[in-house]
T-cell receptor
């Protein structure tokens, strides 16, 4: 595997379900990001982890819970979602951003549909 | 809050012609301006970026210009080809951890 991978690619869930999105980066980066992408809207940064520590949480509802066990893996745990949470969820990684702004490398995303 | 406005939302050009996408930003402290290209079924990919100490940067058929006074920057694609069809996003950063993104431009290259 190369680059940034995300699983599953597609997910349909009911509002009472609990599911998890997984992201893995094979680039040796230290920072990982979760974004929400809705049609015709700017990408919304949700969470940032640097060296496994959460550095940003952009007022994301608690029904989204991130987990970063190491610098290569990032999870997004989903619980009691709403239909408006349906979107493409993108994971990205980069070099340590505390030293400057670096290129972010994105995975292909997980298309989430909440019924 | 900080925001980036991107225009147009859709751009259709004849193959071989040039395409220009424009963005304006609100925070004068922004100092890094990347452009990403997103093809169908893929995540965005960086195609070119510019920092605030530079006015223009070129890479083969693509170029970016920055006007700090007016707080706007533009992406220029010359000699467009079918593979240029995609959604293009601009972004601006004033913080090492945050990019503020535009809403995207769908570029259509007509054969």
């Amino acid at each position: 595997e190369t680059g940034v991978t995300q699983t599953p690619r597609h997910l349909v869930m009911g509002m009472t379900n609990k599911k998890s999105l997984k992201c893995e980066q094979h680039l040796g980066h230290n920072a990982m990001y979760w974004y929400k992408q809705s049609a015709k809207k700017p990408l919304e940064l949700m969470f940032v982890y640097n060296f496994k520590e959460q550095t940003e949480n952009n007022s994301v509802p608690s029904r989204f819970s991130p987990e970063c066990p190491n610098s290569s893996h990032l999870f997004l745990h989903l619980h009691t979602l709403q239909p408006e949470d349906s979107a493409l969820y993108l994971c990205a990684s980069s070099q340590d951003p505390s030293g400057g702004v670096y290129e972010q490398f994105f995975g292909p995303g997980t298309r989430l549909t909440v019924l | 809050g900080e925001n980036v406005e991107q225009h147009p939302s859709t751009l259709s050009v004849q193959e071989g012609d040039s395409a220009v996408i424009k963005c304006t930003y609100s925070d004068s402290a922004s100092n890094y301006f990347p452009w990403y290209k997103q093809e169908l079924g893929k995540g965005p990919q960086l195609i070119i970026d510019i920092r605030s100490n530079v006015g223009e940067k070129k890479d083969q058929r693509i170029a970016v210009t920055l006007n700090k006074t007016a707080k706007h920057f533009s992406l220029h694609i010359t000699e467009t080809q079918p593979e240029d069809s995609a959604v293009y996003f601009c972004a601006a950063s004033w913080s090492n951890y945050q990019l503020i993104w535009g809403a995207g431009t769908k570029l259509i290259i007509k054969p």
